[in-house]
């Protein structure tokens, strides 16, 4: 299974009000050590948020979730946390908080792609399921 490698992830989170435990999943963090791979794609549903919280800045919202990929890229821009090592960024990225921006816990398997990956961790986890038509049956 040389064509296989050990990734990472979790699915980031908003919580407009902590003390609800409501939340809305808003993107996915990968991590492959081996690939050295770490990116985090964004795609929040607003709808779905006010519908939560009505009252959401969501602007300061976006704002937040923006700097998750920066932070997964490294560089200057990032700032201090993205000189940090691969690693380092991620874990620093999935560590627990109590804040309106929070992680899942981090799940880990073996893949083949790493960005193939993330986008069906988006299409799993994040994306809107497709809507199925509701058959009902009258005998």
Request: with cysteine; glycine share 4%; aromatic share 6%.
């Amino acid at each position: 299974m040389q064509d296989h490698f050990t990734y990472d992830y979790a699915i980031i989170r908003v919580v407009p009000k902590v003390e609800r435990e409501e939340f809305v999943n808003a993107g996915v963090i990968v991590s492959c050590a081996t690939k050295r791979f770490l990116d985090a794609r964004i795609e929040l549903d607003e709808q779905r948020l006010l519908a939560i919280d009505s009252t959401l800045d969501v602007e300061t919202v976006r704002d937040h979730l923006a700097v998750i990929p920066m932070i997964c890229a490294g560089g200057e821009q990032a700032g201090a946390i993205g000189q940090l090592p691969h690693r380092e960024r991620f874990h620093w990225l999935v560590a627990p908080r109590s804040t309106m921006i929070q992680t899942s816990r981090v799940h880990t398997g073996l893949c083949k792609n790493p960005t193939t990956l993330l986008e069906h961790l988006l299409d799993t986890m994040v994306r809107p399921s497709q809507a199925r038509p509701c058959v009902v049956r009258t005998e």
